[in-house]
Each structure stands twice: as C-alpha cells, then as structure tokens.
C-alpha cells in the first residue's frame, strides 16, 4: 500500500463533494494510488451504474 502523495496534492475531495465527484475521484485514485481501497458504497453505485472498479494491477 504506497501513497501517490504528488497525485494526492493534486486532487482533494472537497468536504461537500457530490456523489459524482466521489466517484470520480475514487475511479482517478484507483488508478493512480493504492493507499485505500474504494469503500463498499462507492463500489456499488460504481456497479449501478455499469462501471467496473480499476485497479492499479489491470493498468500495469
Ligand atoms: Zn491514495
């Protein structure tokens, strides 16, 4: 589990981020950063909506 502490200054979640904007982080810090998994809810809106949870192993 290594931090992307560059990739983390350049993208806060804002306090009062929307669902969409959660979502997008998460999809952009899964890919860019492995120090947290994307939490249970974030996983299943990403599900309802059809899209499928990168990870930093499936972009090597
Ligand atoms: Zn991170």
Known sequence: MKINKQWHEAHRMPRTATMNERLDWHLKHA????????????KRELENRGLTVPTPRSLK
């Open 31 to 42: 890919a860019n950063c492995a120090c947290r998994d994307i939490p249970p809810s974030i």
